[in-house]
């Protein structure tokens, strides 16, 4: 049983930052890709910054300049270090990994902007 864990979500005032961790309960494979993705209230699930195992990023573009992607394999850990955090960042964060055909996620963890 894989399992996910996330942390470091909160309340944060606007053009804060916050830095959200993952650790996930296996050391996978090489062959593997980890991200964040988001969900607000009443709204769908979507995509905010991917890693793979070679370190390659990708970012949405309502994350690009702010939002870096980050692991740290040792720690079978992956990092979102959030910057100039806006109202509409405000979500639910989870973490997700995907091994071959095989799909992960945690429980989330809450990010609130606000003043």
């Known amino acids: 049983q894989v399992h996910l864990v996330e942390s470091g979500g909160g309340l944060v005032q606007p053009g804060g930052s916050l830095r959200l961790s993952c650790v996930v309960s296996?050391?996978?494979?090489?062959?593997?890709?980890m991200g964040w993705y988001r969900q607000a209230p009443g709204k769908q699930r979507e995509f905010v910054a991917t890693?793979?195992?070679?370190?390659?990023?990708n970012y949405a573009d309502s994350a690009k300049g702010r939002f870096t992607i980050s692991t740290d394999n040792a720690k079978n850990t992956v990092y979102l270090q959030m910057n100039s955090l806006k109202p509409e960042d405000t979500a639910v964060y989870y973490c997700n990994l995907l091994v071959g055909s095989f799909d992960y996620w945690g429980q989330g963890t809450q990010v609130t902007v606000s003043s």
């Open positions: 890693i793979t195992s070679s370190g390659r990023t």
């Open positions: 296996i050391s996978a494979s090489n062959n593997k890709l």
